[in-house]
């Protein structure tokens, strides 16, 4: 099969990769600030560097860490921290794309070990794909759903077309200078899905980001173990509207309750 359709993964380039994504005692490179190398950029605490176990062939892999607080996470960091992180991370994701040396251009987070992550640091990556169309098998239906908000800045929603399923919130705006309110919605949603859904049950979430055309999209997917439907036929599933309304009113008084979500309170 052609590379234009498929990523190589490279096992021998993942020889001595750390991990304590389960185990907390493990070592953590990111940590480890002054022994970091192939710094692209910083601002802060943040730091945008080269990934130094680059296992996709034909790709840039970088990664952009959040924070130096190593068990800190969207869902702990203050309202500031957080807009500050997705401000930045869309500065670097934006300026590898418009440098056109790519393909396609994909960022995403890992969290909780059902998240496909190594590391518990919280970190984005952001991963230039020099021949492959990263969203080729995305449709426009895949971010359409039971709304929870929506205003003429963003929306919040529930997927009724999940890419993989069961349950997956899309936060969408028109516009980049919306990014702050977007941070926020995203903050509450991923505080939402490790506190309150399903009984708080869940410890694994992923985002992804992605673009579509004047859109800027964050997809926030609580991760399940992968459904044999979609791993042998790429089936996704979701919920049944009914409990699927009980989530959109759940997570629509989180938001309400938040005196940060200046979107939503300004619109009461």
């Not at 309150?196 to 049950?201: A, L, N, R």
């Amino acid at each position: 099969m052609s590379n234009k359709y498929v990523l190589v993964f490279e096992i021998e380039q993942a020889k001595g990769k750390p991990e304590n994504i389960k185990h907390a005692s493990g070592y953590c490179p990111f940590c480890d600030v002054e022994h970091l190398t192939n710094i692209i950029d910083q601002k802060d605490d943040m730091i945008w560097l080269e990934n130094k176990y680059k296992t996709l062939l034909d790709t840039n892999q970088t990664v952009l860490i959040e924070s130096s607080d190593h068990d800190a996470d969207i869902s702990t960091y203050s309202v500031e921290k957080n807009r500050q992180v997705f401000e930045y991370i869309y500065q670097c994701w934006n300026k590898m794309i418009k440098s056109h040396k790519y393909t396609s251009v994909l960022m995403y987070k890992n969290f909780g070990p059902l998240s496909g992550g190594s590391l518990r640091h919280p970190h984005f990556q952001i991963i230039g794909l020099e021949k492959v169309d990263g969203y080729k098998h995305v449709e426009a239906e895949n971010f359409n759903g039971m709304r929870v908000y929506k205003s003429d800045r963003i929306e919040l929603n529930i997927s009724k077309k999940p890419i993989m399923g069961f349950v997956e919130f899309n936060i969408i705006i028109t516009d980049a200078a919306n990014i702050d309110n977007l941070a926020e919605l995203a903050r509450v949603t991923v505080k939402y899905v490790l506190d309150d859904f399903y009984g708080g049950k869940f410890d694994s979430y992923n985002i992804f980001f992605y673009k579509e055309y004047s859109k800027i999209i964050c997809k926030v997917v609580p991760r399940y173990v992968v459904s044999p439907y979609f791993v042998g036929y790429r089936l996704s599933q979701r919920d049944g509207d009914k409990q699927v309304s009980g989530i959109r009113d759940v997570l629509l008084s989180r938001l309400q309750e938040n005196a940060h979500c200046q979107e939503i309170n300004s619109n009461n």
